[in-house]
């Protein structure tokens, strides 16, 4: 694991510490032919472009103030491959409906692995 893959990373967390459009953030990390795997229903996203789009757009439009924070952060190598790992949540007020969940108008905190 290089010490660029650690602070590609950390510069792409950083910028999504706070409010605002992360779109940057996303297509300077990854790369328009990267296979992005989200949950149901979003599933496989192809490239920074549909994942700042369709994922994380539609975060950004329901949750007000939406920004990210990583309570874990781990990377390293294994079995020949470099690996990068996050957890935490995204948080933000739940201002607007959201992939058919009526919004709540509150705080709210959504884990991510």
């Known amino acids: 694991m290089s010490s660029h893959d650690r602070a590609s990373y950390a510069q792409y967390a950083k910028a999504m510490q706070h ?16 296979d992005i ?21 539609t975060l950004q439009n ?27 949540y995204s948080v933000g007020r739940f201002a607007r409906d959201w992939i058919g ?3 709540t108008g509150k705080l709210s905190y959504l884990r991510y692995g």
């Open 19 to 34: 409010p605002g459009d992360f779109s940057g953030a996303v297509s300077q990390f990854f790369t328009q032919s990267a």
């Open 37 to 57: 795997n989200v949950v149901h229903p979003f599933n496989d996203q192809k490239g920074a472009d549909a994942y700042a789009n369709k994922v994380l757009g």
């Open 62 to 88: 329901a949750f007000e103030g939406l920004y990210r924070r990583d309570d874990i952060f781990m990377s390293g190598t294994f079995d020949g491959q470099n690996w990068i790992s996050a957890t935490g």
């Open 101 to 103: 969940i009526k919004a």
